[in-house]
């Protein structure tokens, strides 16, 4: 596996170069740089992470990423929207997990480490935008650690538009639904709570209004598990579909991932990437 190199500006004066890295760095990719022969150059001379460097020093990371993965491979025909050497951004299916799990392991990550390998890629891949297995549309993944820590925090380094078709008629044309969602006890619902969870923030924009439905945008700037279900709920408008927070049987889930916009840092080029919902009409039963 070939070599990853990954440069930063040291921004304090007399500062060791682990405490310098720590405060730049996730504390996860730190931590990983750990495992994966890291190697440290301050203004081109190796050095190691107790030296002392100082502000405006160049630092050179150079490490060999790993992976321990065990899961099995699938083979699929991915629909691929966008693809260069490090990123990969696809439409993933409806009721395929984007990570897999003990009890159901075939997921969109595997289809995408097969599809890697077939092409001669060593990649190491990493999800960026998780989706609920039941939602379609747009997931970006990246082809190694540091193409994924670029694009961290997702929330702010991402723009994510969805699509939705709900229950009911909106009354306003847009609002910002900002409250904490937490996890229910021994279960994998959400639900909105007034002294726990995590603040989740989504904005959305109504786009078409039918005799019973409402065709709606939703702007994430947080990422919580069923974040869009959750709000849309706590409005009393189900999604269309919703078997697990509406009022719906036996129905796709209408939410799609639609529209997705990141820079990619290696190339400082600006990609956008957005496809259609399938419910511009009207719910599809």
Known sequence: ????????????????????????????????????????????????LYMLINKDDKILIEYEPTTSDNWP???????????????????KRA???????????RSLYQEAMYYLKQSNQDKQVSIINRLDKETSGLVVIAKDRLAA???????????RKYKCLCH????????????????????????????SGKISISEYNVLKRFSDTTLVEFILQTGRTHQIRVHCQSICHPIVGDNMYGIDNNMKLHLCSYY????????????????????????DE
């Open 1 to 48: 596996m070939s070599k990853i190199y990954y440069e930063l500006i040291c921004q304090n004066d007399k500062t060791e170069l682990r405490e310098e890295l720590r405060r730049q760095l996730s504390r996860r990719f730190y931590k990983n740089l750990k495992h994966q022969k890291a190697q440290y150059f301050v203004n081109n001379k190796q050095t190691q």
């Open 73 to 91: 491979l699938y083979e699929s025909k991915l629909d691929i929207l966008y693809e260069d050497e490090h990123y990969l951004v696809v439409n």
């Open 95 to 105: 009721g395929l997990l984007t990570i897999p799990t003990k009890a159901e392991p």
């Open 149 to 159: 820590y670029y694009l961290q925090p997702t929330h702010e380094k991402m723009i």
């Open 168 to 195: 009911g008629i909106f009354i306003k044309d847009h609002d910002i639904i900002q409250n904490n969602i937490d996890k229910m006890p021994e279960s994998n619902l959400r639900y909105v709570s007034s002294n």
């Open 260 to 283: 997705v916009e990141f820079v990619n840092k290696f190339t400082n080029k600006l990609v956008k990437i957005s496809i259609e919902s399938g419910w511009e009409n009207g719910r």
